[in-house]
């Protein structure tokens, strides 16, 4: 069922024109020490290190979000020690759960603990690797039964609990891949909201699939949330995604070429950029950002889109947002206020 139908213009609070959120992946007690040096630099941590000078964490508040306090984000968190993407690397890394130690427990907590984030669920590990990249299963894609969805979601919440003191309201499947036990495991965990799939650019998919893009291609609808469940779960989608189709030029190691390249495709990109949050404004639909709070990976291929190579970008779209009386929000928030308003 979608909500698009109950929503009137300027409905979101304060009139504003449509909710903005950033979702952040796999925040999380892992660092993978890339160039083999020892110490770790921003790109190479995902949340191992701390509120460290050297960690991804200050690099995001400091390069990025400083500027726009406004901004709220969402992180998406394996409770326990991040799959590698392929098993086998000879890669160094550190994975460990977030309730693993003192300083990570107080890492997590604070930033929970802080108006401007909230820490959501991702699963345990993610999900398990294979040899290669494209083998990797993510989390709900492994789970045999419902029950043993249920299970492991029990263990991943209480790792929170321990955390961060209280359970996650919201979550994420892990790479947006689902069974047909996943949606009954997120409505029987006491979630409140949830992430079931990236819409970006619904209108122009070609291919549906219920276990991992959903199937509605209409942008008035995939770009809204839906329910879904016999607890009414808030399903938040992703909706934007500044850089992701720009993966192919990882792969090219000459860096003039790359500079090139990036040069004339940022151009391009931001026009498309401004065209789809435009189109997201005029129908007051959901802004909601996709980003990985790292680069890094044991495979050595660039996550994309990261907050590294999206910095920039991520700033103009902040910058172009305060122009417009938006609501920059958290997921939480976003669920809290359509259950207040819709089913009270
Ligand atoms: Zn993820």
């Not at 820490?119 to 993610?126: E, K, L, Q």
């Not at 070429?257 to 391009?268: C, W």
Request: hydrophobic residues 35%; positive net charge.
């Amino acid at each position: 069922m979608s909500l698009k139908s109950l929503y009137k213009k300027n409905e979101w609070p304060n009139n504003s024109i449509s909710p903005v959120l950033l979702f952040i992946d796999d925040l999380s007690n892992l660092w993978i020490d890339i160039n083999e040096d020892g110490e770790i630099q921003p790109e190479e941590d995902w949340g191992f290190a701390g509120f460290s000078t050297k960690g991804v964490f200050k690099f995001l508040e400091k390069e990025i979000l400083s500027d726009y306090p406004e901004v709220k984000v969402t992180f998406f968190v394996p409770a326990g020690p991040r799959e590698p993407i392929i098993k086998n690397s000879k890669i160094k890394r550190i994975a460990l759960p977030i309730n693993y130690n003192t300083k990570s427990k107080y890492f997590f907590k604070q930033i929970n603990d802080n108006q401007k984030y909230e820490i959501a669920y991702h699963g345990t590990t993610h999900g398990v690797a294979g040899f290669n990249s494209s083998n990797f299963k993510q989390e709900w894609e492994t789970f045999k039964s419902l029950n043993h969805a249920k299970e492991t979601i029990k263990l991943g919440k209480e790792i929170f609990k321990q955390t961060i003191g209280e359970y996650p309201k919201g979550g994420k499947y892990c790479g947006y891949k689902s069974n047909k036990y996943s949606d009954d495991s997120i409505d029987q965990s006491s979630f409140l909201w949830w992430c079931r799939y990236c819409q970006n650019d619904a209108v122009e998919r070609k291919i549906l699939d219920p276990f991992k893009t959903g199937i509605d291609s209409n942008p008035f609808s995939a770009y809204m949330p839906k329910i879904f469940g016999n607890n009414k779960v808030i399903d938040i989608p992703c909706t934007l995604n500044s850089v992701g189709y720009l993966n192919f030029y990882s792969k090219i190691r000459n860096k003039l070429i790359v500079d090139f390249i990036k040069k004339f495709i940022n151009i391009f990109l931001k026009m498309r950029l401004k065209r789809k949050l435009l189109f997201l404004l005029k129908h007051n639909l959901v802004i909601s950002i996709q980003e990985h709070i790292s680069p890094s990976r044991e495979d050595l291929k660039r996550q994309t889109p990261n907050i590294f190579d999206d910095k920039y970008l991520l700033k103009e779209t902040f910058a172009f947002l305060k122009n417009f009386n938006v609501w920059f929000c958290t997921g939480t928030e976003l669920a809290n206020w359509i259950k207040d308003k819709k089913f009270k």
